[in-house]
């Protein structure tokens, strides 16, 4: 039987979750899976749609061990669990965390802004694919974030996930007025460089700005992937 003490600390030392999305066929490319959203992020960027998350101190919204008991009853039924945030590498219990759903049969994915990329790398073969964000070029991520030294960690991050072997896709949300199209170019043209292969391209839904996911539409509406300059890329609706 535990202790108190000891089940105090292993309440302190599992996964603190903000929510559950039950079922996706479209976080985990190819795979049936859960959602589980991860409380706590260390970036603030300006059109968050989950300010509900940021706040690592904030209680769980659902126990961890009630989200193995939900995985338990959907054996056979669904194929991956996906872990999202606020940011999922935030949180030293991932790992464990990320052991313990392998061990019940499911396949693991990760959604992460890359701003712990030492953790990343030793989260790397616990996970069977990665959707890293890179939210803006180099130059503008941490006016973006609001947090200095971004671009180093994500830039670090990127390169550990090109060198892993491990399924993924970048992701980058963009509107007319978080910066200008040639830039949004310039920096698909240099993850390419870098070895990228798989650049999905993200209407932002800014919540301070109503109709920048309309704008960004339009604007990328009449691209084409690899002509005028621009990179092989995946726009996603
Ligand atoms: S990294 Fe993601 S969760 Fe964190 S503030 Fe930015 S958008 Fe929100």
Redesign the pocket.
């Known amino acids: 039987m535990l202790s108190a003490s000891s089940s105090r600390s292993s309440e302190r030392s599992a996964l603190r979750v903000g929510g559950l999305t039950r079922f996706t066929t479209i976080d985990f490319p190819g795979q049936l899976a859960a959602v589980v959203f991860c409380q706590g ?5 300006g ?5 509900e ?2 706040d690592a101190r904030q209680p769980a919204a659902l126990e961890w061990n009630a989200v193995l008991e939900f995985l338990r009853q959907r054996r056979g039924l669904l194929d991956g669990v996906v872990f999202s ?3 999922p590498l935030a949180q030293s219990a991932l790992p464990a965390a990320l052991q313990q759903v392998r061990d019940m049969g499911f396949a693991t994915a990760l959604h992460t ?1 890359g ?1 712990y990329p030492e953790r990343l790398a030793a989260a790397l073969p616990l996970l069977d694919w990665v959707g890293l ?1 890179v ?1 803006a070029p180099w130059a503008r991520l941490a006016a973006l ?2 947090m200095p030294g971004s671009a180093d960690k994500l830039r670090v991050a990127l390169v550990r996930l090109l060198h892993s072997g491990v399924a993924h896709e970048c992701r980058s949300s963009w509107h007319p007025g978080l910066y200008p199209l040639q830039e949004l170019r310039a920096l698909g043209v240099e993850l390419q460089r870098l070895g990228l292969r798989h650049w999905v391209l993200q209407p932002c839904d800014d919540p301070r700005q109503p109709g920048s996911a309309a704008a960004a539409r339009q604007a990328l509406a009449g691209l084409t992937p690899g002509q005028e300059g621009w990179p092989m890329f995946q726009l996603r609706a």
Do not use: F
Request: glycine share 20%.
């Open positions: 992020c260390p970036w603030r960027c059109y968050c749609h989950n300010p998350l940021l945030g606020g940011e802004g701003m964000d939210k974030t609001g």
